[in-house]
């Protein structure tokens, strides 16, 4: 029968491999998040280290992934400190957490966090909205004719237009659920555990 759990010395063989292997990694994670190509040094390491090639993409990505998401945090509320107590929660080694820190918090964060926030993904957002209401007098459905419905155009930023009619009752409830919603936010921001202080 095979032993699930590897012996002692082999998990800190491991260890000690995946280690130098962050080291090594470190540069090339901090490249990606810059936007410069790094496919040819993705190869180079792969064939110089002794890790699988799914144990090297879990290190990338998890760096990758890691920087990515504390770049985008605004510096004003996220603190160094934190984030070295949130790195030892995830049981990253010391010397790691210090490069990692220098990295968010060091000379090449505007850098990254320029790259980062121009190569996200986004959906298209709203560019015109345009709207009228319309009476139908002559129409296939009696049912419809003199009604009134509210036409509207929607162009989007990635160059679509949609158009659509929606009936006034559904229109006067999109408005109802709006005003709510602003206004259970407006009730949350008067809550003082919301507010920040100093």
């Keep these: 029968m095979d032993k699930v759990l590897e012996p002692v010395e ?25 936007g410069k190509d790094c496919k040819e ?7 110089s280290t002794n890790l699988s090639e799914e144990q090297l993409a879990f290190l990338i990505s998890g760096m990758y992934t890691l920087l990515r998401e504390a770049l985008r945090l605004p510096l004003s509320t996220f603190k160094q400190e934190v984030f070295k107590e949130d790195l030892k929660e995830l049981r990253i080694p010391e010397d ?25 993904s986004r959906l298209p957002g709203v560019q015109d909205f345009k709207w009228r209401v319309d009476v139908a007098i ?10 009134p419905s509210i036409l509207m155009l929607l162009k989007l930023s990635d ?10 009752a ?20 008067k809550r003082s555990i919301l507010k920040i202080q100093d």
């Design 138 to 147: 002559s129409t296939s459905s009696l049912a419809r004719a003199l009604q």
């Design 10 to 34: 082999t998990q800190d063989v491991v260890q000690s491999s995946i280690t130098t292997q962050l080291r090594t990694d470190t540069p090339l994670t901090v490249n990606a998040l810059e």
């Design 170 to 189: 559904k229109f006067q409830e999109l408005r109802y659920n709006v005003a709510l919603i602003l206004k259970e936010m407006n009730d949350l921001e």
């Design 96 to 120: 790691f957490i210090t490069d990692f820190s220098s990295i968010v918090f060091g000379n090449r964060r505007p850098v990254s966090e320029g790259t980062a926030l121009t190569q996200r």
């Design 41 to 47: 040094s993705v190869k180079l390491i792969a064939e």
């Design 159 to 168: 160059g679509t237009a949609h158009r659509f009619e929606v009936p006034v």
